[in-house]
C-alpha cells in the first residue's frame, strides 16, 4: 500500500533538515519537493531518511516557530534572486511579521555545522551591524 502524500511544508521541510539547497537544486527543477523526498528515501541506503518522520517532525518543531515556504503570501520575494540556493523554507518567529522585517534586512548564513570560530564571526558581525547607524539624506 503506497503511504499517504506528504504535503509540501513538510516535505521542504525535511529535505532542508537533510541537504543544502545547492544538493537539490538541479532536482527541484525537475521534481516537486514531496517527489523529491520519497526519491531521496527510497535510495537512501544509511536508512537515516527513513528514520525521519517529517510531518512529526514538522509539526513539533512549529509549536514554536513557522516554516515558511516560497508558495505563502509572507515569502520574501527578494529570495528568488538567490536562484538555486534560494532556501526550501525560512523558519520563523512572529512569521506575520516577515514582509516588514525582511524589507530592510541583511542575512548572515552559514554551514550547519559551523565551527565555533565561524559562529563567534557570525555573532560579532551581528552586533556591528546593529550598532551602526542608518545612513540618512543631507536635505
Request: charged share 20%; net charge neutral; aromatic share 6%.
Amino acid at each position: 500500500m503506497p503511504s499517504p502524500a506528504l504535503p509540501e511544508r513538510a516535505a521542504r521541510a525535511a529535505l532542508a533538515a537533510h541537504f543544502t539547497p545547492a544538493q537539490l537544486a538541479t532536482e527541484l527543477a525537475q521534481f516537486s519537493a514531496q517527489e523529491l523526498w520519497e526519491q531521496r528515501l527510497r535510495h537512501d541506503n544509511s536508512g537515516r531518511l527513513a528514520q525521519y518522520k517529517p510531518a512529526e517532525e514538522l509539526d513539533n518543531a512549529q509549536l514554536s516557530c513557522e516554516f515558511v515556504i516560497p508558495s505563502d503570501e509572507t515569502w520574501p520575494a527578494a529570495l528568488a534572486d538567490l536562484g538555486p540556493d534560494c532556501p526550501l523554507g525560512l523558519w520563523a518567529r512572529g512569521g506575520d511579521r516577515l514582509p516588514q522585517l525582511t524589507a530592510s534586512a541583511v542575512a548572515v548564513t552559514g554551514n550547519r555545522n559551523a565551527t565555533e570560530q565561524a559562529i563567534s564571526r557570525a555573532q560579532a558581525f551581528a552586533r556591528s551591524s546593529r550598532r551602526r547607524p542608518r545612513s540618512t539624506a543631507a536635505g
